[in-house]
């Protein structure tokens, strides 16, 4: 006995094949030279930068401080990402906090800091309480005058708020974009580094 598959289960698979030949049509046109190419022009165009780039060249006791929402729903942050390995290589020690880390418990160290904050508006939830959290860690740092450099991700509201809060000589990046891609263009451009991490 033989069994022949239904017009409905035809359809059904030619439409899965279809799909998936238009996905993979798609994704080997997008991950062209080219469009990469647009990628990094308009991550570098819309950079916002304030103050004297690149950082002094000092390397002893230097802290990477990384301000998220939530550290563990932050997929664009691993140790190879450009704004954890770029500033590590060139001496930094890295710690990273979100909206639930009390400021006193990460130890500063009354050393000079690097500032970089991961913040993104959320229409439903907002990031009020990570403002918060990144204008108190702000204004410590200039208090105790630590403050390295300031580096924003994502939102240009907070930098709005925070930017005429800077001293003109401290240097202030930011990027719309929060990806690895764009954290390397940041870290190279802070950095004055020539080192490449893709």
Known sequence: LRVFPSLKELASRSEAQDKET?????TQELAQ???FEIVDNILRESLIISGVLPLNKEREGLLNLIVVDEILECDFLSKQAPAIALPTLVGYTTKLCDL????AAIDDGDRPTLLQLFIRGNPFRGS???TQVAQA???KLLN???????????????????LPTLPAEVPCVFSYGQMPFAQGIVMRKLLDSKISLF
């Open 144 to 162: 105790s005058g630590n403050l390295q450099a300031l580096v924003i991700y994502g939102s240009p509201y907070v930098l709005d708020r925070l």
């Open 137 to 139: 860690w702000t204004k």
């Open 33 to 35: 030279p080219k469009a």
């Open 22 to 26: 238009w996905e993979r049509d798609l």
């Open 128 to 130: 009020a309480g990570l």
């Open 100 to 103: 639930h880390t009390p400021i």
